[in-house]
């Protein structure tokens, strides 16, 4: 795609549309002189080189890139327009767009009937997931992996509910003798799954927890939100083909929630949240008699927490989605490059004599550290943090991000490291742009580099 084409493009379709309404006079008050704008312009552009290579390969640290040229196109284009998709009169076209990939979404996940919508960001669309778990469910509280995203637990406090962290396994996922001590207690209304960790990339075993939800009698919400769209290489051929069990449960899942500004490709922030009963809708309930009143259709502010959300996110979803759909031939092809990127940089780490894998990557993280020695704790968590701060100001810089791992947890893995601290920065790569396929080679390489530089001897 050029770019700079489609992008003078979507400037002349929307003059176009805009002069069939008949010409008006700008305001004198909104006139900027083009040198006064081409001064300021040269400032900000100057300021946002203040900002780390999110586009290149070289950098492989947290879950960020660039929107695809469709989205940026899609977002622009319909932000000449600005319109609203709290109501159907502040944007019909883009509420129709919303549905649209909302239901592309569902059948993802393989819902068949559903409520869902678009949100600002997946912290948001979690909200109202569990929002609508404390209605279901008045008193009793959340229950979530102990790697968890954050979010869970804030929300919690948000919504005024209890919230019960369940310890992991020795590869991040919710252990389910854990799970079900909790939900013994009668505390627990709703079980909140994450089908990759932000930190490990872990996928619970949403078909195995399932089962015990039901003899329990709770809900079963998934956080997606970075993980949602491998469930397009589940079951697939390849090295990159994921096991089909825990992505297929989805399907009788209470609710899910996905972001598609990881790996769906689009700018910041597009979220969704999808119900499987929509029913639930029923919770939302409200009226804005200066709002809603151009239809008799059901408006997404409706079935929504937030008001006012960006039509443009919807458009720049939609127009994404009409080129790379989120099928295993569309989206999926994206996802597997950098799944294979990770799986051969897991490889590589295996064979190394400099670095050590903290754990096989399940999706498109990988984890590894430092070997040192002596192998201590403090000692892996020095060289992490000395490699992450030279990694990213090295004449040929790489970027990367740590994670802090708790002593047992690292312990458990890997038995023979020394425990002379409460736990270690790891180093951490998120391996989301598919160009990362073509430079994993370069990355291990300069890494085992930084690596060398470091004494041994801690």
């Keep these: 795609m050029d770019l700079q084409y489609w992008l003078g493009r979507a400037t002349h379709a929307i003059q176009d549309w805009a002069d069939t309404f008949g010409p008006h006079r700008p305001h004198p008050s909104l006139q900027v002189d083009d040198d006064r704008f081409a001064s300021a312009f040269a400032g900000f552009t100057e300021r946002l080189k203040d900002n780390y290579p999110f586009f290149h390969p070289h950098y492989a640290g947290q879950m960020l890139k660039p929107p695809h040229p469709a989205a940026v196109v899609g977002y622009l284009t319909a932000m000449l327009i600005n319109p609203n ?230 458009a720049a979803l939609w127009l994404t989605f009409q080129l790379l759909p989120p099928t295993p031939e569309g989206l999926g092809r994206v996802l597997a490059a950098g799944r294979r990127a990770a799986l051969k940089w897991a490889d590589l780490i295996e064979t190394s004599d400099l670095l050590e894998l903290y754990q096989r990557p399940q999706l498109d993280i990988v984890t590894y550290f430092p070997a040192v020695d002596p192998a201590t704790l403090s000692g892996i968590d020095a060289a992490s943090a000395r490699i992450l701060a030279d990694g990213m100001t090295a004449p040929d810089p790489v970027y990367v991000s740590t994670l802090k791992a708790g002593h047992e947890a690292f312990t458990a893995r890997h038995p023979k490291i020394t425990a002379d601290a409460d736990g270690a920065r790891i180093l951490r790569s998120v391996l989301m742009k598919p160009e990362s396929e073509h430079h994993v080679e370069h990355l291990h390489h300069r890494l085992e580099q930084l690596t060398r530089s470091e004494p041994l001897n801690s």
Excluded at 173 to 201: C, P, W
Excluded at 228 to 248: N, Y
């Design 85 to 314: 998709n709290h109501a159907l009169d502040g944007g019909p076209a883009t509420a129709a767009m919303e549905r649209e990939v909302v239901a592309q979404l569902a059948a993802m996940f393989g819902y068949g009937a559903h409520l869902g919508h678009l949100t600002t960001s997946g912290t948001i669309a979690n909200l109202e997931a569990l929002f609508v778990a404390r209605e279901l469910h008045p008193g009793r509280g959340i229950a979530h992996s102990a790697d968890a995203h954050y979010t869970h637990g804030r929300m919690c406090h948000v919504l005024g509910m209890a919230s019960h962290p369940v310890r992991t396994d020795s590869q991040g996922r919710m252990d389910l003798e854990a799970l079900q001590d909790v939900l013994r207690t009668g505390q627990v209304g709703t079980v909140v799954l994450t089908t990759g960790s932000t930190g490990l990339g872990a996928v619970d075993p949403v078909h195995e927890i399932l089962p015990l939800a039901e003899q329990y009698g709770v809900r079963v919400h998934v956080d997606a939100a970075y993980g949602g769209f491998f469930t397009l290489l589940a079951g697939s051929g390849g090295i990159e083909g994921l096991p089909p069990d825990p992505w297929r449960a989805i399907a009788q899942a209470d609710s899910v929630v996905v972001d598609p500004h990881k790996h769906g490709l689009q700018p910041y922030g597009c979220g969704a949240v999808l119900f499987r009963d929509p029913e639930v809708g029923r919770f939302y309930l409200h009226d804005s008699p200066y709002t809603y009143f151009t239809s008799a259709e059901l408006h997404l502010g409706e079935i929504s927490l937030e008001c006012s959300r960006a039509g443009a996110s919807a």
